[in-house]
Nanobody, 119 residues
Framework: QVQLVESGGGLVQAGGSLRLSCAAS????????MGWFRQAPGKERELVAH????????YYADSVKGRFTISRDSAKNTVYLQMNSLKPEDTAVYYC????????????WGQGTQVTVSS
């Protein structure tokens, strides 16, 4: 029943911007941590950023800090990842995920959206 649907990926040149969206449905996420992950070919999936749905507390990986911004719109049940100053190393499939806030486990995952940054 729970669905996370990502959108907004695409091809962009280095230095450009993209905004990813994650439409969440099937339950209330008030007590959940919403995360953006990415996985490049041959690499492990890594956490890019996450946000507590209720309080808005955020975390960013060092590699994206200052360039990416995670946010959410509670009325729309949507989480966003604004990506600025994109670099080729940001190229990956980006996944939206949700997990109960008190657990370091992400239970729900979206299908992923491809982000490709050309040099």
């Amino acid at each position: 029943q729970v669905q996370l649907v990502e959108s907004g990926g695409g091809l962009v040149q280095a230095g450009g911007s993209l905004r990813l969206s994650c439409a969440a449905s099937g339950r209330t996420f008030s007590n959940y941590n919403m995360g953006w992950f990415r996985q490049a070919p041959g690499k492990e999936r890594e956490l890019v950023a996450h946000i507590l749905w209720s309080g808005g507390t955020t975390y960013y990986a060092d590699s994206v800090k200052g360039r990416f911004t995670i946010s959410r719109d509670s009325a729309k049940n949507t989480v966003y990842l604004q990506m600025n100053s994109l670099k080729p190393e940001d190229t990956a499939v980006y996944y939206c995920a949700a997990g109960f806030a008190t657990q370091s486990i992400y239970e729900y995952w979206g299908q992923g959206t491809q982000v490709t940054v050309s040099s």
